[in-house]
């Protein structure tokens, strides 16, 4: 799997270069998106990829790390890096409390249960009106300065998100090549039979989706002070969770470096959209998700197994002795 | 209370979809928004009172279901269960931003003679349009539940359900009972849409209130069963008209999606369903 890190090290490298070259704040822009929701795609790809528990409300997550930070920031003036830890106490609660509780579901009834707990949170955060100001979402002073995340230039940000990127890519092969990874891999080939053979195929799945939780979150947190307003019906949305899980779906699930490169498809797709169908609102969130829906329905029937799988079987099937 | 029978007619669609097919289908409510559509353009455009438009809509439905049976669900019938689900999310995204594109945002409303109209059973004021809804959505309900439970197509796919092996080796065309089921389901879906649109705004993401209300009356019935569907969405209707009455109307949705949850942790299966149905995934 060393093509893998290749990959890896040239996609990060290339993002950590970026900012000495181009200057244009579109295309910093698009690269710190590239690199958020990749890493949002990995924590999606955590528990849905590597530990089978696949979720349609991870958006509950990032929204809980969002609004965890934004409500310390306006409230109680706390610096958005102690709203970032905060969000991850939460999620991490929240991740193994929605873990342990619907453990024994398994396929639709866990996707059920994951968007019933998005929705409520939904609910909570547009109606409790009085703490989370409901539906009318916080807007995120800005505040210059690295300890309030507030920075003139795209420059910190795309060091930043690259960060995380690169956080997140570590957490995913540490999954790939750890013992706690093939007891995670075994649990999600064939639950009963890794269960049988003594390993504990619950805590395994618990564990995993508080990872997960805890990734998206920071996701969250830093995404709200980058763009600087949280909207509930955004933010806890199933259609962010749809994101999350389609740019690992279409770079590859279960795979380290798939996440990364759905991201800069479906991110690239988007910013292009953006650029060509400007100013129309409606117009261009239609069309780009009516592309995105369909991509999501074709990719799942001709190529389950993403870019960097169907890559991976393509460079095998040329290539024999390389080692898979 | 009264939508207890839409909330029926959704979840019986459903639940018959994930009973012969094992496919949850997150797209229905987006066919209900497209029920909801047809009645207000039949109405806007040629002047066509919803009721008259729910005679044509339901074999409009019934062939758009066969069409998106042909086009997207034949592919993956025999796909893994993340495969079916996104395929029907990517459907569900796709059909809500298609009505986005060509009919926007906006709220629209259909407004036919009777829509102020109430009638009054003692001391209770109701609605026409709620009225009609809930009996033509029962009436429509009992049909399907008469046609699987006495029509030779219905027992054919009752058994598919149960055996899909067994069944195909009998000689049953499964994949035409798929086609069927599924178009079926649709039409249970576009109905409720033309349905409800004398009562709800018409919007692209109309559909979204109403199916997230029918996974919670399906999962309370047990998913795959009908019966269950039914009683489960009065007990919805019922928590739903009790709990705005005592928390208020901004909370209850709250209400009901713990009710969800406390469901799939004490009862996956439902009050009906099989036990460990969950824990199979089926």
């Not at chain 1, 805590?203 to 989706?209: D, E, P």
Request: charged residues 10%; positive net charge.
């Amino acid at each position: 799997m060393r093509r893998t890190d290749l990959g890896a090290i040239v996609l990060f490298g290339a993002a950590a270069l970026a900012p000495l070259v181009v200057r244009n704040a579109f295309l910093l822009d698009a690269l710190i998106l590239i690199l958020l929701w990749g890493s949002l795609a990995v924590a999606w790809n955590v528990a849905g990829g590597y530990a089978g528990q696949v979720s349609l409300g991870h958006s509950a997550f990032f929204g809980l790390g969002a609004y965890a930070a934004a409500l310390l920031g306006t409230r109680w003036d706390v610096s958005p890096w102690i709203g970032l830890i905060v969000g991850v106490a939460l999620s991490t609660g929240a991740g193994l409390a929605l873990g342990y509780l619907s453990n024994r579901l398994r396929g639709p009834y866990f996707v059920l249960a994951t968007i019933a707990f998005s929705q409520v949170l939904l609910i909570v955060a547009s109606r409790w009106r009085a703490f989370t100001q409901g539906s009318e979402g916080i807007p995120v002073p800005f505040r210059p300065g690295v300890w309030t995340l507030g920075f003139s230039d795209k420059t910190p940000w795309v060091y930043i998100m690259l960060a995380l990127a690169v956080f997140a890519y570590l957490v995913q092969r540490y999954l790939e090549v750890s013992r706690l990874g093939y007891l995670l891999a075994a649990v999600r080939e064939d639950e009963d039979a890794a269960q049988a053979l003594g390993v504990p195929s619950r805590w395994l799945k618990v564990a995993a989706v508080a990872v997960s939780a805890a990734l998206a979150s920071v996701g969250g947190t830093l995404w709200a002070q980058y763009v600087g307003f949280v909207d509930p019906f955004y933010v806890f949305s199933v259609d962010l969770s749809v994101r999350f899980a389609l740019a690992a779906i279409i770079g590859g699930v279960g795979t380290a470096l798939g996440p990364f490169l759905g991201s800069i498809l479906i991110t690239t797709l988007e910013t292009y959209l953006r650029a060509t169908f400007g100013g129309i609102g409606a117009g261009f969130i239609g069309i780009y998700l009516i592309i995105y829906g369909t991509l999501l329905i074709l990719v799942v029937r001709f190529v389950p197994e993403g870019l960097a799988g169907g890559l991976a079987a393509r460079l095998v099937r040329r290539a024999p002795s390389t080692p898979a | 209370m009264l939508l207890a029978g839409v909330y029926a007619l959704v979840a019986v669609g459903l639940t018959l979809i994930f009973g012969v097919m094992r496919v949850v289908n997150f797209a229905q409510g987006e066919f209900l928004m497209l029920g909801m559509y047809a009645a207000f353009w039949a109405f806007t455009l040629w002047a066509f009172d919803p009721y008259v438009t729910l005679v044509g809509a339901i074999p409009l439905f019934f062939l758009v279901g066969l069409l998106t049976y042909a086009l997207v669900m034949r592919g993956v019938i025999r796909a893994s269960h993340n495969v079916q689900i996104f395929t029907t999310v990517g459907l569900s995204i796709a059909l809500q931003n298609v009505a986005l594109v060509l009919w926007t945002g906006d709220f629209r409303f259909v407004r036919p003679w009777y829509y102020s109209m109430v009638l009054h059973f003692g001391t209770t004021a109701f609605n026409v349009s709620q009225v009609v809804a809930f009996v033509v959505a029962l009436a429509l309900t009992a049909a399907l539940f008469a046609f699987m439970r006495w029509s030779y197509t219905g027992r054919v796919m009752r058994a598919t359900a149960q055996d899909r092996e067994a069944a195909s080796l009998m000689g049953i065309d499964t994949d035409r009972v798929y086609a069927l089921t599924w178009a079926i389901g649709i039409a249970c879906a576009g109905a409720a849409g033309v349905l409800v649109a004398p009562i709800y705004p018409v919007y692209p993401t109309a559909g979204l209130q109403f199916v997230l209300l029918a996974y919670v009356v399906v999962v309370l019935g047990g998913l795959g069963d009908m019966a269950g569907a039914l009683l489960g969405s009065l007990i919805v209707a019922g928590v739903e008209v009790g709990g705005s009455y005592v928390i208020g109307t901004a909370w209850k949705e709250v209400l009901y999606f713990m009710l969800f949850i406390a469901i799939l942790l004490v009862r996956p299966a439902g009050l009906f369903g099989q036990r460990g149905a969950e824990r199979l995934g089926m």
